[in-house]
């Protein structure tokens, strides 16, 4: 199993980003998705997850409108599309895979992790 995201780097504070994670080894269209974050000297924190059929759930407090999951089963990636960044969206990017639903909680039960990818949100 695999997961490899690509796509952080540094970005001005309002700036955009593109996070994409490819996946394989498992069957990806049976698997909700998800992105997690860990800021420096905190702990990890859930950002977004997406099941196979499209629903999807955010931690709405944080990024709430400004940022997005998206998947492409054909493709065996998902996506988090990352808008008017701030500072505080700095952080080690990770993907996340686990098998069925989004469960009654989707920050938890992940089985499958990807590295991570920096971004850095600074002028």
């Known amino acids: 199993v695999q997961l490899v995201e690509s796509g952080g780097g540094l970005v001005q504070p309002g700036g955009s980003l593109r996070l994409s994670c490819a996946a394989s080894?498992?069957?990806?269209?049976?698997?909700?998705m998800g992105w997690f974050r860990q800021a420096p000297g905190k702990e990890r924190e859930f950002v977004a997850a997406?099941?196979?059929?499209?629903?999807?759930?955010y931690d709405t407090d944080s990024v709430k409108g400004r940022f997005t999951i998206s998947r492409d089963n054909a493709k065996n990636t998902v996506f988090l599309q990352m808008n008017s960044l701030k500072p505080e969206d700095m952080a080690v990017y990770y993907c996340?895979?686990?098998?069925?639903?989004?469960?009654?909680?989707?920050?938890?039960?992940?089985?499958?992790w990807g590295q991570g990818t920096q971004v850095t949100v600074s002028s």
């Open positions: 996340a895979a686990k098998p069925g639903g989004l469960g009654r909680d989707p920050s938890h039960d992940y089985h499958y």
């Open positions: 080894g498992f069957t990806f269209s049976s698997y909700t």
């Open positions: 997406k099941d196979w059929i499209g629903r999807f759930t």
